[in-house]
């Protein structure tokens, strides 16, 4: 097991957003996230990142490092976690005033402190991977939402992270544009990375998630093969869901 979850709970003020979650995200293995607006996904994934903290909970990771929210985590331990991930946001968050190229090396870097040569090139083999070999010296503005969103899978590999996490990667786009950004994480998922993924798209979750889990109102109401929870799902609140997007 790549990390496992036990007790997570998360609130903003008096509102508890995650409550006692347990989880379990498997090495090479595609993970789905889905469920209503408001349920608790993205705050999920923000504390896989470290970009929230949990209140609660026991991450224990496979290499051994172990983090206990119960108690004040130090700074070390928060930046340990926060370097595990790749996160792949919504709304892409690209420098704007930065090219392709340099939106992918900055963090290896800047954060990383690597050889700038060698991240220069594996940015430029990344941005190939994505589709994007010709455009890497354009910016931002001068790209469609489904480049820049590629570019922003770019960016999330080149840290080489153990854990890439997208944040409905593909909401944000066209729906003619969708399809290309789906295309580029099947492959990834070919390629065996660990993969958690909050997403409203049903098929791709079908298609591409070994395990999908389905929350409401801050708990797991339901996990399991895609085939299952997504086609033969066994709690009303899902089954009310599906019906209510598909
Ligand atoms: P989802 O991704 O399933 O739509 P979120 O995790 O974004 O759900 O949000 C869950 C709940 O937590 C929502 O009610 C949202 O308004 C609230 N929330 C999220 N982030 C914050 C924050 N930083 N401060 C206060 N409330 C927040």
Redesign the pocket.
Known sequence: MFLTINGLAKA??D?E?LKDIDLEIEKGKVLSIM??????????L?CLNAL?LPDNGVFSFEDGLTLNFDKKISKQDALRLRRKSGMVFQSYNLFPHKTALENVTEGPIIVQKRNKTEVRELAESLLEKVGLKDKINLYPHQLSGGQQQRVGIARALAIEPELMLFD?PTSALDPELIGEVLTVIKDLARENWTMVI?THEVQFAEQVSDKVLF?DN?YIVEQGPPEEVLKDPKEKRTQQFLQRIL
């Open positions: 903003f003020g509102l957003v469920g209503p607006s408001g349920s608790g996904k993205t705050t999920l923000r929230e409905e909050v929350m801050g």
